[in-house]
């Protein structure tokens, strides 16, 4: 008998137990904690190697990008090309903001778009961007090269704050 009841205690205790154990998370608490701005991916969804077009033909090659902004909006973007081997910037693009033209103006070396993702955190978006790079027979790309993509991410306002990824060989030029 004192068997049962012992059992009996010990099953009402562990019920009353597991009955009040709540594991709510605080959002507000972990929002507080997330960077302002983080990218959190940058690649391709087309392999190369590309290759060099003839004449006056503009090919283009397509950078993906994610990321995150918490209490932040998204500012200016730059995206620099360097030579894989020797480390020389080959180009260096300027987005005044997510959704535009490089700097270049009418020769436009490429354009930044971006969607938005929904997200459970308040004041946190999430992006899914692409990256539009221009290149012709003549810039800014080499046959027979590969190329590091270098990616900065600015918030606007202030302070700002900068988000960077460096993607080593991401694009190889036949």
Known sequence: M???????II???TITMVSSCKKAVDV???????????????????SGPYVIPTGTTV??????????????N???????????????????LHFASWTSNDSF????????????VPSSYPNTTIYQGS?????????????????????VASSSGSPAVTSTITVAKLISIQ
Do not use: H
């Open 2 to 8: 004192k068997k049962y009841i012992s059992a009996c």
């Open 11 to 13: 099953a009402l205790t």
């Open 28 to 46: 507000v608490a972990v929002g507080a904690l997330l960077p302002g701005l983080q990218l959190s991916s940058v690649g391709m969804q087309t």
């Open 59 to 72: 090919n283009t090659i397509q950078v993906l990008f994610g990321a995150t902004t918490t209490g932040k």
């Open 74 to 92: 998204p500012g200016a973007f730059d995206v620099t090309i360097t030579d894989a081997t020797t480390n020389a910037v080959v180009e260096t």
């Open 105 to 116: 103006g009418a020769t436009s070396m490429g354009s930044i778009s971006y969607t938005t």
């Open 131 to 151: 990256i539009i790079l221009k290149y012709t027979a003549t810039t800014p790309f080499v046959t027979g090269k590969t190329y590091t993509v270098k990616a």
